[in-house]
């Protein structure tokens, strides 16, 4: 009984501080150009998240020059991935699905944000997403993709897709393989019973994709980056 009463605590905890802080960032999204409040109030809210639920972020691997761009490439086996890289990353993009966009306040706060909505019913506007996302990072952004598509759902690594290595070849911009261990434990996908435990993210070296051309060199990149984060993945940590 206990355990299920913390987990409601929790739960209301979350929703009612995502209200709050996309609220935030809704208003700056109407009234800042340089998105310094709206990526704040993100990073405020992940990191609520983190500390109400008891988990603990461990970073390691490489340390990254963040006053450069990159694309963040993980795998995604928990709705506390997202927060956990919010409260990790300064100033990190989030690509979404349009579906999301209305939802209302949160899903308005990322529609007229800073993130990128990606429509994926339709190819053509699925392109212009990524055509988007390049040049936004072109100008000075970093963006997190989670190349599996979607969440797992027991625990094994899925096989990637190439958005996040067409994505690279478009903007020239390097990717960072990260390997996120341990989420699954804590909320797997259709579960609300949160049950804290650490997260421990392994970054990888950057890689560079400047001279990715071809299809051909985007599904080498692709088994490249899967590679590096089968190696670091593992479902469960002490």
Known sequence: MTHKIATLLRIFVII???????????????????GRLY??????????????????????????DQSKSYIYVTNHASMFDIPTVLATFPRVRIMFKKELSY?????????????????RAKGSEAMKSLERAANDIKSGGSVILFAEGTRTRDGKLLPFKRGAFTLAAKSGVSIVPIAINGSFKILPKHSLDIRPSPIELIVGTPIETKNI??????????????????????????
């Open 16 to 34: 009612a501080s995502g209200f709050f802080y996309s609220s935030l960032a809704l208003l700056s999204a109407m009234f800042e150009k340089d």
């Open 39 to 64: 990526f704040y109030s993100g990073k405020k809210w992940a990191q609520v998240i983190m500390r109400v639920c008891g988990i603990e972020i461990r970073v390691r691997g490489e340390r990254l």
């Open 103 to 119: 939802v209302p306040i949160w899903g308005w706060s990322l529609r007229w944000g800073h993130h990128i909505m990606v429509d």
């Open 213 to 238: 051309k071809t299809r051909e060199d985007e599904i080498a990149l692709m088994n490249r980056v899967r590679d590096i984060i089968a190696r670091n993945y593992r479902e469960d940590i002490e």
